[in-house]
Every structure is written in structure tokens, then in C-alpha cells.
């Protein structure tokens, strides 16, 4: 059962920075794509960084780029968001996700972390 587990949300003030993580286990499948979302209240699910399973190639919406930074540790067991000049628009509770191969849906969600930028 794959178990995705994330933490280092909180409140900031706009400008400043936070980073994410996620602990993933439980997996047996070594090439899993990741990412990052977030959702506000009454507003859509956007995906805010991808990393692939080269763990090379990102992709992030206009929205972050430049700002956000994903990244994960070299044994493929922790995604990192790295947030920075953060806005008021990033508050958002924030999921990672985590899929087989670089297509299709997310299959495995973590239970989200509640980030809250004051202006």
C-alpha cells in the first residue's frame, strides 16, 4: 500500500518562503512521476510541480514558475516543495500525488497540508 505523507506547512507572511515534504512508502514500483497540488476553497485543483521519472525533468504553471521548485532525494523516498516570494493567492492546502510512469491520473494522494500566506 503506498503511503504518502506530507508535512512542513504553516503560515507566512507575503515574500517569505516555506518548504514541503512528502515521505513516500510502502511502494514496489520503482518509476513513479510525482507532483505536487493545491486547492483553495471554493476554487479548482491546480497542479502547482511535476518532476518525472528521471528525475530530471520538471514543469510547473505559470502561476509558480520561477517561485516553486520540486525536487526529491536521491533514494526516491522524499518530494520536497521548495515555495518562495510567496503570495496570498498561494493559500491553498497542498497535496502530493504520486503515479506509474509519466501519464495518466494520480493514484496515490497524501492527506494534504494547509499553507496560508498573509499580505
Known amino acids: 500500500q503506498v503511503q504518502l505523507v506530507e508535512s512542513g506547512g504553516g503560515s507566512v507572511q507575503a515574500g517569505g518562503s516555506l518548504r514541503l515534504s512528502c515521505a513516500l512508502s510502502?511502494?514496489?514500483?520503482?518509476?513513479?512521476?510525482m507532483a505536487w497540488f493545491r486547492q483553495a476553497p471554493g476554487k479548482d485543483r491546480e497542479r502547482v510541480a511535476t518532476i518525472y521519472t528521471d528525475n530530471l525533468r520538471t514543469l510547473y504553471p505559470d502561476s509558480v514558475k520561477g517561485r516553486f521548485a520540486i525536487t526529491q532525494d536521491n533514494a526516491r523516498n522524499t518530494l520536497y516543495l521548495q515555495m518562495n516570494s510567496l503570495k496570498p493567492e498561494d493559500t491553498a492546502m497542498y497535496y502530493c500525488?504520486?503515479?506509474?510512469?509519466?501519464?495518466?491520473?494520480?493514484?496515490?494522494w497524501g492527506q494534504g497540508t494547509q499553507v496560508t500566506v498573509s499580505s
Open positions: 510502502g511502494y514496489t514500483y520503482n518509476r513513479y512521476s
Open positions: 500525488a504520486a503515479r506509474r510512469g509519466d501519464t495518466g491520473d494520480f493514484e496515490y
